[in-house]
């Protein structure tokens, strides 16, 4: 499976697409305001979304519900690491918004320490 990578300065052809990944309940909402949804989402298909925008060299802005980021498959952690046309974000859990943590949380205090994050 050859993978076709962008050459130095060649901007990604065509308009950004947006895109929601996830539950059905989280998607209906973008769904109606014509936002491309993917509901119902499971960790295979949102690889093979960012698969195919990957080898298609689209520019994209992906939200995923949180649940599909805590299940990182390698396409998703290779858009996170390697791609500047490829934005991957997380969407907090309907039902609790508040107790919702980010990925990035666990680094900064693998690099800070525990409490980098505590309110002084």
């Given at each position: 499976m050859a993978e076709s990578a962008q050459a130095?300065?060649?901007?990604?052809?065509?308009?950004a697409r947006v895109i929601v990944a996830g539950?059905?309940?989280?998607t209906e909402g973008f769904?109606?305001?014509?936002?491309?949804?993917?509901?119902?989402?499971?960790?295979?298909?949102?690889?093979?979304?960012?698969?195919?925008?990957?080898r298609r060299e689209e520019k994209a802005l992906v939200f995923i519900e949180h649940g599909l980021a805590r299940e990182a498959g390698p396409w998703l952690k290779r858009v996170r690491d390697d791609s500047g046309r490829i934005v991957v974000t997380e969407v907090p859990p309907l039902q609790s918004p508040g107790r919702y943590h980010?990925?990035?949380?666990?680094?900064?205090?693998?690099?800070?320490g525990p409490s980098a994050l505590e309110e002084s």
């Open positions: 130095p300065g060649k901007a990604p052809r065509g308009p539950s059905a309940a989280l769904a109606l305001i014509g936002v491309e949804t993917l509901p119902g989402a499971s960790a295979a298909q949102l690889e093979a979304l960012l698969a195919e925008l990957w980010p990925l990035v949380e666990d680094v900064v205090r693998a690099v800070l």
